[in-house]
């Protein structure tokens, strides 16, 4: 049981990296701006309130890249779990104590 857990987690982790959400948003300048915001080349934004959490960089020509950095369960035994929000990321947990992580597998994208 412990290594079908162990391979569950691995295969989640590698889910979450492969499905990574990134956009640009193209230059207009020597600068970055995206949502009122404006950076200068080489500075980064991290967005860390939920329900999207993502961080920005700004490159040389003023275009700018950016990352989803929360994650988002895409599935989990809804007959034993459920899913709450934690900061950026949802997290799936038992249904009679949320303090419990879910006792099944569970599959989560960043995004």
Known sequence: MERIIFF???ISIILVYAEASCWGVPGKGPSCNY????????QTYEKTTGPKCYK????????LGCCYTGMIIRDYPADMCKVVRRGCNEVAV???NEDEPCDGPV????G
């Open 8 to 10: 569950s987690g691995i």
């Open 107 to 110: 599959a989560a994208v960043l």
């Open 94 to 96: 038992s249904k009679t």
């Open 56 to 63: 920005c960089e700004c490159n040389e020509g003023g275009d």
């Open 35 to 42: 949502e009122g915001i404006t950076l200068d080349p080489g």
